[in-house]
Structure formats: C-alpha cells, structure tokens
C-alpha cells in the first residue's frame, strides 16, 4: 500500500478554519484518498474521500493536487467537538481481493481551543 | 440504523484466560472487518469477512486468535491463553459492498485489559 505522511499534530481554535495536509508522493493513479476521524473513546468515523477532483459534503472539503502527491483536508469552522486523530488513508481501487481493507497511519492529532 | 454495536465495551482478564467479544454489524452489511488498535497508533487490520466466509488474515492474528461470522451476521472474535501484549482496543467494523470506495462504519470499540 502506498504511504502517507501526516504531521503528528496541529492546533486550532474554535470558529476557524483548519487545514490538515497529507503528503503521498508514492500514489497510483487508481488509489483513492480517503478521510477518517476518531474522537476519544470512540471508533474510527468515514469523513471524505475522493480521486482526483476536490470533494465537499456537509462534514469537510477535501482539496487535491493536481499531481495527487498531496491533499488537505479543510474543516471551515472548527468546533469543539472536531478535535479528533485525523487519519488519511490511501485505498487501492484495484485491490485484487475488491474489499476495503484501510490501512491506518498513526493520524494528526487536532487539539481546537476555546 | 442503529449502527455495529461491540460487547463488551471493557474487559479485563488475567494473563491465560479466554476471551470472546462480539461483534453485530450493521444489518444489511455483508463486509466485516477487525482491527486492533493500541495507544497511540493507528487501527491495525486484523481479518475480514464477507457473509460467513473470513477471507483473509493478517500475521498479526497468531493462533490463539480465531474469529467466525457464522451466519454472515453477528461476528465473534475468540483470543485463548491472552498474553500482557493482548492489551488493545478491539475494533469491528461494517459496511455494504457495492461500490469501490466503500466506507466503512465503526463501533466504539472492546478495550481489553490483560493482568
């Protein structure tokens, strides 16, 4: 599976927007990007994912390079409740098994102040 | 939709006993993941099932792991003779495959304790 470099952490305060980069110089052309989040005490939670272009929904925007070695990951407003490990995750399309079988990095830890 | 549900949430056993943890996906889901996730790491794939059939197996699952889906619903994951080094949280995870990015939905997970 190809890597992914992510900071360890990053720090942000409430009401702004953060902007989590992932770094993939290795990236095929057929694997996807995928978003997950963990907040404390709780599993993993699907956040986005996307191929080429950039990709909004209700959650996040994910924006990528046009050369795919790189993304980021954009929370408008931060909340509170966004502090989470934020895991970005590539996922080979043409796996030959077909299953999502996600292999996780050790993630940014987001802390959002008051 | 009352999402893939883990029991139980903690377990704490002495070094050489028996554990089993359960697993209920998400109804309509035929996919069916584990993973191990230890302080500080990432999730670390353990095995997976569509229906009944475990499909595949990590390294990381020794001989003292077994898992079964048996009838390609609920799921347990078996560890015998636990070891200090069992000590994790137990992640299930579900989802419908039908499409090439396929998401993947998370319970909250069996923190294991082993004295």
């Known amino acids: 599976d190809a890597k992914t470099t992510q900071p360890n952490s990053m720090e942000s305060n409430e009401e702004e927007p953060v902007h989590l980069p992932c770094n993939h110089s290795?990236?095929?052309?057929?694997?996807?990007i995928h978003w997950y989040r963990q907040l404390p005490s709780q599993g993993p939670e699907y956040v986005i994912h996307?191929?080429?272009s950039n990709v909004n929904n209700r959650m996040a925007s994910l924006a990528i390079a046009e050369d795919r070695k790189s993304s980021t990951l954009i929370l408008h407003r931060a909340t509170l409740r966004d502090a989470a490990v934020y895991y970005c995750i590539l996922r080979d399309s043409m796996f030959s098994g077909g299953y999502n079988k996600l292999i996780f990095g050790a993630g940014t830890r987001l802390a959002v102040h008051p | 939709d009352t999402g893939v549900s883990q029991n139980p949430r903690h377990k704490i056993t002495k070094r050489g006993q028996n554990v089993t943890f359960r697993c209920d996906p998400i109804s309509e889901h035929n996919r069916l993941y584990w993973y191990r996730q230890t302080l500080g790491q990432g999730p670390e794939f353990l095995t997976y099932?569509?229906?009944?059939?475990?499909?595949?197996k990590s390294r990381l699952l020794s001989d003292r792991f077994s898992a079964e889906r048996p009838k390609g619903s609920f799921s347990t994951l078996e560890i015998q003779r636990t070891e200090q080094g069992d000590s994790a949280m137990y992640l299930c995870?579900?989802?419908?495959?039908?499409?090439?990015?396929?998401?993947?939905?998370f319970g909250s997970g069996t923190q294991l304790s082993v004295l």
């Open positions: 996307g191929l080429t």
């Open positions: 099932f569509q229906n009944e059939a475990q499909l595949e």
């Open positions: 995870a579900s989802s419908l495959g039908d499409t090439d990015s396929e998401k993947l939905f």
């Open positions: 290795t990236i095929s052309g057929t694997d996807y």
